[in-house]
């Protein structure tokens, strides 16, 4: 059993919003695909794609994509990034999802998927004076991209925004390159049996950059 | 510049599904809702819940909880676990997102959500003799529920999905517990200014479980 | 009489497909616009409008603006830069055109317009071992912005695609401050008779991205 | 970043003309021509003439061709004039561009054109007794064909428009005897590689009198 601290507050109900939402989700997506959620639970998952996103909630995933259940696997993290390989026996969250979607699930792509206005970004780029917490946990998580960071700050002659866009891209294909040190994916890739890719999402216009992966450039596809 | 090593596939393309599903959220959501994109862009995020899902296909919480851009912060590992407050210098991702969730971003509430059928979970009742990589991610990310594991495993009157359920809804009540060894998480809960919760998603029914916050049990909501 | 030397090809003719363009002209647009002509050759010009573009001959500012006979008055020179104010008695063309546009046609706005893939900017951040000619013109002109094109040159975690934009920009916004250096603009500017304004034309996507006058960020305009 | 002078107009929007002058050539010309940007964009351009035109608004060389994206390189100065070849290591833009034309982008042709009334022809003919600005930038421009504007300003039996059209031609020979100053221009044009051409147009007629290259003379092109 759970041990309830005497002070915890014993009323906190669950969310309204929360429970609304999903009342129409039951009434709306679930009742159209009553079928397709009770298969993936028959037959288990196999989504083609591991998407490695931000925990911002204007940029998630499913919703940019349009995805369904069981379409994309998805790892949610500050900034969206990857580190690189390290087998120390530490907790490594994001290698542990990696792991499990190449090795266990045989994802077909990885994704990589930055965006705009990216508050780990600008947190990279404007080292405070303290951190939010005596931990540090951002500060340190950040610190992955910290040479890349010094190196974009440097440019004063691009504005603020620019900075923040580039450090933004500048880590997708760094992410990308980590992604490139863990053995499991180099060897798949050479053997052409994963993808990687990298994409940028722009909150105020909706606009999706695909990373060129010839030139690590970002670049709107075409619209259909 | 990106390095690319001489051998990647160079000319593989952005996965078309995925490209499908954007076209249909820029004629669909984003069409309807620009406004609130812009405006969220403009002003900010400030989502008042966290959730620490799991990367699972079948459960992404912005379409369990039919949730538009803006309301969920979300983060996304193996088995939604949630580590022990740990100020070692070390890279803690979840425990990153969780610190600029509630520092800086003030959420109200935090959500862990476990959902059914979880592999994390099973990976952790069913240890492998070998690991899915050298590396042992997956291995060493759940050993964080391991004395849990082995003891529900011990529990031979259960069926196996017993088990399993056992230890998902176990897991979600270790991450709460483990979310309050954050200091700045037990003190705004005691201060009232935020909510912890647990719920479970039944990937085959759709139905959603909340957790009992005096008892820890899992119930169905009432429904409206 | 000009002096004709020699050995001069005496029998060159006028390319013929510029006496094409010119006959499609007076059947078109001057055919449709006669008096237009004839009034503004009545008048004089009284553009509203100074452009400072370059010579590239995919962005022409008529082209781009769809602008009829005597609107805009157009500077064109390489890479569209504006030099700073030099009152040393020395020749120079752009001020000059600057100084005929404020004082004697008294212009109203004053765009600077950059463009993307352009040779000027692409010459300023790879500088060539030996210059185009003895005269080194072009890479005496570009030495304007070279510290900026070395200070971009330093950023290697951007694409060459990525360090080329960014210097287009960044000399866009050098062009506004030197064009402030001239009293003549900084005094009208600061009785509000004068406006200055940034613009980025991408070849390619034909999208103009216009300089936020608060923040010197690019941004491309509502569609009607 | 921008320095923005406190008592900047924060407010100024870029110019509505220009805006929708931008919309209608997206929905018309871009729209009609979206293949041949593009391909400009990938392989970059190589026009085959050089324009050496004036600022004039009545007078772009576009406009009098009917030139679409590709087609002509063009540099505007006040009164089309190029100055002599002067390697002294300073800013020379209207040479810059030169250079660049036929050295980097080896045009065949490089055409001259002026045009009626030019304001510049008129400041050079009717020196005034103060400058436009202190920098008097305009004066020393011209001062380029001052020799030939005293001797035009001798010749009371012209009126003043045969005085100014006199000028205006004469300053186009002058223009293009400077071209032959430059040693990539006249080696060129000694390995028929490059021709010179002179053109003056009549804002006022559409008429567009080419340059005789025998004699000098401006005659009419036959008609097709």
Same mark, same amino acid.
């Given at each position: 059993m759970i041990r309830i601290p005497a002070? &915890?507050? $014993?009323?906190?109900?669950?969310p309204e919003q929360l429970l609304n939402g999903y009342r129409s989700f039951m009434s709306g997506r679930y009742a159209h695909e009553t079928n397709r959620y009770r298969e993936l639970a028959r037959s288990g998952q196999s989504p083609e794609t591991l998407i490695v996103a $931000? $925990?911002?909630? &204007?940029?998630?995933p499913e919703t940019i994509f349009d995805a369904g259940p069981g379409e994309l696997f998805v790892v949610r993290n500050v900034a969206n990034l990857v580190p690189p390989y390290s087998p120390d026996g530490e907790y490594h969250s994001t290698s542990a999802a990696l792991e499990f979607a190449v090795q266990?699930?045989?994802?077909k792509n990885i994704v990589v998927m930055g965006h705009g206005r990216c508050g780990g970004i600008r947190a990279a780029l404007s080292p405070v004076?303290? %951190?939010?917490? %005596?931990?540090d946990f951002i500060g340190k998580w950040m610190s992955l991209v910290a040479p890349a960071a010094e190196d974009v700050s440097k440019n004063t002659m691009l504005t603020a925004a620019e900075r923040q866009t580039a450090l933004e891209r500048i880590s997708i294909r760094f992410s990308i390159a980590n992604l490139r040190t863990f053995p499991c994916v180099s060897i798949l890739e050479k053997k052409e049996r994963l993808t990687l890719h990298g994409a940028w999402f722009d909150i105020s216009t909706g606009e999706l950059w695909i990373m060129n992966p010839e030139t690590g450039d970002f670049e709107r596809p075409e619209a259909e």
């Open positions: 002070n &915890r507050i $014993c009323m906190s109900a669950f $931000c $925990c911002d909630s &204007r940029a998630a266990s699930l045989k994802v004076a303290e %951190p939010l917490s %005596p931990g």
